[in-house]
């Protein structure tokens, strides 16, 4: 799904950082050009790190304060997407997603 | 056989008898019992007095009455017993029977039990073997999705790239629309065979100037013969005005040198004629063969012209066509490239498809694993241990194109 997801922005002209876990991507956003990204997607159900945990503690980061994170997930219950909004997500994507609309909603959510 | 008993021995035998028959006819508990009461009554007696023998003897018959009445009541007991005994026959075999159904429950309590063991660890193999399977599945899944992933990422760049090209060549030919390099071709190479034509035409018509030149080279051959004529007779005009000086004397004598003069001129002029003859002869023949040779160059060239105009316009219709061709498959092109990227759009919908597969297969996984670890538990404790792997039950199945699975916070 990362690969795809990568592919698709990629395709779209982005520059990727990846990361297969919570942990590791807050590592990778730490070792980023200026120690911050754009925009980060991220999948909810991770090993060692999930999804709101990331989240939480990408928060936490003065560069990722107001970066849009946007969850990729399967689950679509209001009670998850809650928890995501108060976790600090600014969008709720359920898969399968299509290339075009994901990077539709990228536009929406990027600053412009 | 003889038998002598001393006295009372009799009551004592008669106890002994009753201690063996009582318990005989009594059965082993009351006859027992009786016989005991009986020979401890009988004992004590005997060793009485002989003087009580009387009252004995009375008591004895009372005790025979008294043993009579016994036996009827032995005789009853007995019958009753005899009822009992049926009965518990019928129970005991009634109860033979249930213990030999017992057994067999029992047997096949074992078999099955034994059965159950089995089936259980094969349940434990088989989830093993599943879980393998799974994990397999799961292995071959993430690998056949990296695996296209990686053809598709390959594929989509070289559609890019196509598709850039595609654009790229569209947009040249856009640019140079207005100045048609064909058109442009063709014009150049028609005024190419115009000029041969137009040269051929001028080498004809200097063919035909210098058939003229070699008429008028006909015209100067007679003149010169003309002249040549007229020489001659001039000559012969001096040879008679020779004579007439010679018959006139020294007066002649003038006119005689005159006429010699006049000679010699007219010899001149004889020779210069041929001279002259002689060149416009050469020059003839010269003219002759460039006026046959320019004809030929000019027929030859102006046949070329023709040709190469006949297969330059075919030439130029070709490439025109070849153009429009390639013009047409440029724009198939750029569309296939577009379906290209549509299609890539759609394939990696589908392999979120197959992902999601796999995270299911991740999520039967567990619990696989856990039935083949615990096959050998109770069903309430395997029912607690699968309990701890529960599966997620927020997969999602349903897939709209729309924008119903996005949600902005």
Redesign the interface.
Known sequence: ?R??VS??LK?AGFQVIEGSNGQEALSRIDSAPNGKVDLIITDL?MPVMDGLSFIKQARTKSSCRFTPILMLT????DA??AE??AAG?????????????LLK?IS??LPA | MHLSFPPGSGRLTLALIGLGIVPFICGPFLGTTIAVLFCGAIGYRCLSKDAEHKLLSEEANELKSTILSLHETVDREQKLRFTDIERHQEVLERSAYSIRQLEEKIHELETASSLSSQHTQQTGLTAAELADQVTVAIDESSAAVDSAISSFQRLAAESDQLSSAAAEAVRVRSETGEVDTVSLATDALNHLVNQMISTASSMANSAHKMQQVVSICKDLHTLLNEIENVASQTGLLSLNASIEAARAGDAGKGFAVVASEVKKLADRSTNTSERTKELIERLYENSNELCRDMGTSAMLSRDAACDAQGRLIKMMSTIRESERKNAAKLIELTEASTNVSQEVCRVVVALQFQDLLRQRLEHIHDPLRKIATDAGLSPDELHKSLAVGATPDAIVVDYTSDDDNVTLF
């Open positions: 799904m690969q795809m592919f698709t395709g159900n399967t689950e679509s219950s998850r997407k995501g909004k997500a600014t969008g709720w994507i359920v898969k399968p997603f299509q290339p075009d609309q909603v929406k959510v």
